[in-house]
């Protein structure tokens, strides 16, 4: 069945409760599902109850939340759609990657199943979008980079660049302005003393940037052999 049958508000709790244990290890919890959505703790509550008795989640009692196999199949499927129309924003339309999430955040709802399979099928199949995010197939098969945060990683390394959270477009503009984006070779040394912060090298970049503790948890990237 089509994921156009649930509502939008639905379509748009699923793909949160996907979205936050895509990165994470965290128990997803109704507080943390209300602050990805943006409303109140007693509204998610309602949401996740009526979600749960419609087979496609499973809440214990102030416990985690979790998407029964049904759940996550419409879950990917918006996952799907949502950087579909990212991608196809960027590579056809010109937009800038800082600019595509909220433009699919209400396109996601409209497109019909029709119009996204061409819009994969024009772009060429791809397998990630403009912020390195991994796009699920039509089937539902979804393949996570082996990528943790550059904040994790330790100094003195050559690292590449696989994924840019994109919660913060200014953020997202400030890399773009050093040159860092997927699938950039950076070398990573260490910051100030007591600056939290570390200083890295962009392949293509003539000078360091110095990146704080917000902007290297934002970087997801995996490591070349020492």
């Keep these: ?13 699923l793909k ?64 799907r759609r949502h950087r579909l129309i990212e991608t196809f924003l960027v590579e056809v339309l010109g937009y800038r990657w800082d600019q595509v999430h909220d433009e699919a955040e209400v396109l996601e709802h409209a497109v019909s199943d029709l119009m996204v399979e061409r819009i994969d099928h024009v772009l060429g199949r791809p397998v990630r979008d403009p912020h390195g995010d991994p796009i699920p197939t039509a089937e539902g098969a979804v393949t996570i980079p082996d990528a943790r945060r550059l904040t994790e990683v330790g100094v003195g390394r050559r690292v590449v660049v696989e994924r840019i959270s994109d919660s913060d477009p200014s953020m997202l503009q400030f890399f773009a302005s050093q040159g860092i984006g997927v699938g950039v070779t950076l070398t990573v040394e260490a910051g100030a003393p007591f600056s939290d912060a570390l200083e890295v090298h962009a392949a293509a970049s003539s000078a360091p940037v110095l990146l704080g503790r917000a902007a290297t948890d934002a970087l997801y ?3 070349e052999p020492a």
């Design 1 to 13: 069945m089509s994921v156009t049958h649930l509502s939008t508000s639905a379509q748009n709790y």
């Design 16 to 79: 949160a409760i996907w979205g936050l244990s895509e990165w994470s290890d965290e128990a997803v919890t109704l507080t943390l599902i209300a602050q990805r959505v943006g409303v109140a703790l007693s509204s998610t509550s309602d949401a996740v109850r009526k979600l749960t008795e419609q087979g496609l989640l499973t809440h214990a009692r102030y416990g985690a939340v979790e998407l029964t196999e049904t759940g996550r199949t419409y879950a990917l499927t918006m996952v």
């Design 221 to 223: 990237v995996s490591t």
